[in-house]
Each structure stands twice: as structure tokens, then as C-alpha cells.
């Protein structure tokens, strides 16, 4: 089904999505063109999200405008210790990237820990991005690499990872704009650790970590937590804690990490408490730093 236009009706009530029309581009600007002519828009980018959320009717897009037709959008480039992710890569594309292990581990990680099969092969980096589910795995990454997320509209902008995420399920794109690329440096010593949901692998708690290190000494940190705020945030204490530190030095590594949730409405749900969540964070912290510590 290309750009001509489909259109999909629903047959009954339950788990079925409402009526909507469905287009697949060849290239951005014809996305960009269809997001600002079509009616109650969205752009499917996997639809691992989307998808379940139309069956449940929380998401009614009139116009769902699908990227799997713009094929220039899946990639992981390297140029240098710099790296271009397309915003269509499958989580599974980089769960397999060699290069990915070794130079931004807490990436690796996170698409090898992210949901199943089914997930990994079939959703995509962009799409998790923009949905900014607060229990989500890479925007806690994306914070913790300093990462750029370059937005395609009227005019192409970018957006620093800290600006980008602004809360449950809201992020700085705005209406007739697609994420188009995600870029970052080199972080061969980083690492993401999470308390996973058994049912569903999102993060109870959530970290990311990205060190400097001057042989087996910590010079800076940026450490990024997941699972338990509206947005993933910098445990920017942690962070000023863990800077002289000694890689293996486990007993100082479990100070520095010592109230990572400091400052946070840590939220509460019927999957953990918000006691049960915070004393967490200081566990998986402190396990994060260990890995991250230890080149790939």
C-alpha cells in the first residue's frame, strides 16, 4: 500500500482501531507533506506502541503515514568517534552491532534488553524516542550520551537529549515534524542496567551511565535514570559522588550511588511502590557504574 492512499474500516467494537487512512511514503519530504495535509496524523515508525494503543482506542489518527517506505532512515553510521543512528533503525539492528558494544555500550544494552522478538525485529529507535514512555529504555540512553535528535519540519532543527523529553509521552517535536536521525559521541565506557517488569521488560528502574575514566580512576560521569519520574532525569549527586572514585572500589562506587532518586516525585503504581522504586535506583546505579567501568 503506497501514498495513493488505503483506507481501513473497522469491523466491530473490542480491539480493533477506529477508521483511518494509511500512506507510505518514499522519501521524508513526501512524509513531511502528508503529515501537514492529513487529519489527526501520526507517523508509524514500528508501531510497537502505536499499534496497541489504537486496538485499545487511546490513539484515534485519522492519517497514519508509515516510514517504512523511506529506507535512508535505517542505519548506525560511524565517522570517527562520532555516531548517526536513522531514526528507522530496529532495536534489533542495533542489539547486533559490533561496533555499537564497543563504543556506546549503554546503547547495545538497551536494545538487547528491550521487550521480545517480535519488539527488537520490528520496532525502532525513532519510534521509542518520540513515544517517551516514562518506563522507556532509551531516553534515559539518549540523556546519558549527550545525544542530538535532528528533526525534520519546515526547517531541520536540533534537539539536545535534555531538551527533547518533556514528559509521559510528550517530547519537544512539534505537529507537522518527523525525528529523522539521532547522533552522539563515542562512550566506550558506558553501560545501561535495568530492573525489568517480568511481563512486559520495561524499567522498574532504569540506568544509564557514561564515564571518563584516566586508567582506573573516575573523572566525570553522566548518569541517567529511567522508570521512575514523569521524564528521565540526570542524578546529577551521583554524578559529582562518583568523580575520583577508583573503578574497583565497589564499597565507594555503593556510596557515590547512595540516594540517586535524590530530589525526584518517584512515582507508584501496581507494578512497584514509590519506596520500592527509589531504594532500587541506589541498586541498579551502583551496578551500572561496575559495568560501565570495564571497557567492551
Given amino acids: 500500500m503506497e501514498s495513493d492512499g488505503s483506507t481501513f474500516e473497522r469491523e466491530g467494537d473490542g480491539m480493533i482501531p477506529t477508521t483511518f487512512n494509511y500512506f507510505r511514503p518514499h522519501s521524508i519530504e513526501e512524509a513531511l507533506l502528508l503529515l501537514r495535509q492529513g487529519e489527526a496524523a501520526k507517523i508509524l515508525a514500528g508501531g510497537q506502541s502505536l ?12 492519517t497514519l503515514i508509515d516510514l517504512q517506505g523511506v529506507p535512508e532512515l535505517a542505519h548506525v553510521t560511524w565517522a570517527g568517534g562520532h555516531c ?6 530496529s532495536h534489533a ?6 561496533d555499537l558494544r564497543q563504543k556506546a555500550g549503554a546503547l547495545w544494552d538497551a536494545a538487547n534488553g528491550l521487550g521480545d522478538p517480535q519488539v527488537r525485529n520490528l520496532g525502532t529507535i525513532g519510534g521509542a524516542c ?5 518506563s522507556g529504555d532509551y531516553p534515559a540512553v539518549m540523556l546519558a550520551l549527550d545525544a542530538c535528535f535532528i528533526v525534520a ?7 539536545a537529549a535534555a531538551e ?3 514528559g509521559t509521552f510528550e517530547t519537544a517535536l512539534g505537529a507537522g515534524e518527523i525525528l529523522t536521525k539521532i547522533t552522539f559521541d563515542a562512550a566506550p565506557r558506558s553501560a545501561y542496567v535495568k530492573l525489568e517488569h517480568a511481563a512486559s521488560h520495561y524499567a522498574l528502574v532504569g540506568v544509564a551511565v557514561v564515564l571518563v575514566m584516566s586508567r582506573d580512576t573516575i573523572e566525570d560521569a553522566r548518569i541517567a535514570i529511567t522508570g ?7 542524578a546529577s549527586g551521583v554524578e559529582r559522588s562518583l ?21 525526584q516525585d518517584v512515582r507508584g503504581d501496581i507494578q512497584a511502590s514509590s519506596a520500592y522504586r527509589t531504594a532500587m535506583a541506589d541498586i541498579v546505579a551502583a551496578r551500572a557504574v561496575r559495568v560501565a567501568t570495564d571497557p567492551r
Fill in 130 to 134: 518520540a513515544h517517551a514512555d516514562p
Fill in 164 to 166: 527533547f523529553f518533556k
Fill in 228 to 234: 521512575l519520574a514523569d521524564v528521565p532525569f540526570r
Fill in 243 to 263: 568523580r575520583g572514585v577508583k573503578g574497583n572500589n565497589v564499597a565507594a562506587i555503593k556510596s557515590a550511588c547512595a540516594g540517586a532518586a535524590a530530589g
Fill in 51 to 62: 499499534i496497541p494503543m489504537m486496538k485499545l482506542r487511546v490513539a484515534e489518527p485519522k
Fill in 84 to 89: 548517526t543512528v536513522g531514526s528507522l533503525t
Fill in 153 to 159: 519540519g519546515e526547517k531541520t532543527r536540533e534537539v
Fill in 93 to 98: 539492528t542495533l542489539a547486533a552491532d559490533a
